[in-house]
């Protein structure tokens, strides 16, 4: 039986899986998710020795069953072939007493290209499954990753168009110059004037607009999304948790069954969901750590039960993080609620009007079974990445030094002896300037000189795809004010670039 994708917002608002892939976020605003989750269930022991595409087959099918068990082979084959460094895809590297999942050895250094890889053949299938003609328009806000990673993964797609908008000076130099040089005759991006929670907003705007989508459609044009919003990206998120279990098994360095922790740098909150729905699905977790950086929404969050976004914005060393509106926060109210769908609509109103909401007693007791909350300042992150460099010789980036040290703060204030998988979200290189500066203090060199300067003092080498950045040609050098970001996506919907 084919199962049924509904909106957070409302239950009779549904779509196949496919469609859900197609869509990205139902016509209420809503994301969309499966009632019946729980039912769902990966059998850990038929895991062991299995490769990460095996792993990605399995868990692909249970939540997207109504895509053939052929075509979601042939999109796990086509996106992890050749495109990763490391032949395992994700590897677990042991550092100190924990281990780390590095998710960076993608084509753009960043863990959103594990699922950035695959969504565009999850998407081209799904638009054959449902004899679509015409055009896909990604659309897609970016705190600095997502970004160039949807732009790699949609770039040249036939029957598609990638728009990617950023907030200006809210990214790092790399990240900035990885989108402005992005080849491809589909691509598009545009630099906003203001922040993520902007760029979000006015994407989730662009959606909702009844008039836009109506003009669109009668030109065979359809919008979707490749933020983690959208099941095609949050789907196969969960794998990686999965198949960093089974890697500890392997290592002997626990029994099956054991649980384990995961400690994850959070911004929009869709890598955490990620792990939040691998428990559900039967993996042995013990808590989600969800580590923050100045901009502690979600550490209030899961200590008070009170979302509260109005408060300062920070810039801080860790961009991707600098969210105050974590999209992805809507699923896990909808689990939370009971599959209250009334209820999830009413936060999100709520949110929408006042810019906070509070959950009830209930939700928060579970809540706080699940996830531990914590949030790291800049000056213990930058300590962390030396400290961490010094005794391991290890290189962390500055979100994946939140994570670490909001681990070690875990471990310090509970005791709790359970072994621990912190998520590596990017390379050090990607944000250059900052780690070096964590490690050799002030520098006045720019991100690309100081790459070189990092390595050479680390001996950890800069990725190939990252090394002749500087030098690329800049294509892409639009900026637009947020209320103009719906005339930047029909200028771009007529736009045909010369091939």
Same mark, same amino acid.
């Given at each position: ?100 999942? =590095? ?31 015409? =055009? ?175 408060? =300062? ?94 681990? =070690? ?91």
């Amino acid at each position: 039986m084919v199962q049924v994708y509904e909106s957070t917002r409302n239950s009779k608002i549904t779509a196949t899986a496919s469609e859900a892939v197609l869509k990205g976020i139902a016509d209420d605003g809503g994301l969309y998710v499966l009632r019946n989750l729980e039912e769902k269930k990966v059998q850990i022991n038929e895991l062991q020795g299995k490769s990460y595409k095996e792993i990605a087959e399995i868990i692909l099918k249970i939540m997207l069953n109504d895509f053939p068990q052929d075509k979601i082979k042939a999109c796990v084959k086509n996106a992890y072939r050749d495109k990763f460094s490391k032949e395992e895809i994700t590897p677990v590297v042991k550092v100190g007493d924990s281990y780390v999942l =590095e998710l960076f050895h993608g084509p753009t250094s960043a863990f959103k290209d594990v699922a950035l890889s695959i969504l565009p053949h999850l998407m081209t299938t799904a638009y054959q499954m449902n004899n679509m003609e015409g =055009e896909v328009i990604i659309l897609t806000a970016t705190s600095g990753d997502t970004g160039k990673a949807a732009l790699e993964g949609f770039k040249d797609v036939e029957g598609t168009k990638i728009l990617v908008f950023y907030p200006e000076g809210g990214v790092s130099q790399v990240q900035k110059t990885q989108m402005v040089t992005q080849e491809g005759n589909n691509t598009f991006v545009c630099a906003i004037k203001g922040n993520f929670d902007d760029a979000q907003t006015g994407v989730k705007e662009i959606f909702s607009n009844e008039k836009l989508n109506k003009e669109l459609k009668a030109k065979n044009r359809v919008l979707s999304s490749a933020n983690s919003i959208n099941v095609g990206r949050l789907v196969p998120q969960i794998v990686y948790y999965f198949y960093s279990y089974m890697k500890l098994v392997e290592k002997a360095a626990i029994n099956i069954g054991d649980k384990v922790n995961f400690a994850v740098p959070t911004g929009n909150f869709g890598n955490i969901l990620a792990g939040y729905y691998a428990k559900v699905l039967g993996l042995p977790v013990n808590k989600l750590i969800c580590a923050s950086n100045e901009n502690n929404v979600l550490y209030d969050f899961i200590n008070t039960g009170v979302y509260n976004r109005n408060r =300062e914005f920070h810039k801080t060393i860790s961009p991707s993080m600098d969210i105050l509106v974590s999209s992805n926060l809507e699923r896990l109210l909808y689990y939370l609620s009971g599959k209250n769908n009334s209820m999830v609509r009413d936060f999100m109103e709520s949110l929408k009007s006042t810019g906070r909401y509070t959950i009830t007693d209930e939700m928060l007791k579970e809540l706080k079974e699940d996830f531990y909350g914590g949030f790291v300042e800049k000056e213990y992150a930058e300590k962390t990445i030396k400290e961490t460099f010094e005794k391991y010789g290890y290189l962390l980036d500055t979100h994946t030094a939140v994570a670490y040290k909001t681990m =070690e703060d875990y471990r310090k204030e509970t005791g709790d002896g359970t072994a621990n998988i912190v998520l590596s979200t990017a390379s050090p290189y990607k944000f250059s300037k900052s780690v070096y500066e964590s490690l050799y203090g002030s520098a006045n060199e720019d991100e690309f000189e100081l790459m070189e300067n990092l390595s050479q003092k680390t001996k950890v080498k800069v990725p190939a795809n990252l090394n002749n950045l500087k030098n690329k040609e800049v294509k892409h050098s639009q900026v637009c004010n947020v209320n103009k970001m719906e005339e930047y996506v029909i200028f771009a919907s007529k736009t045909q670039k010369n091939k």
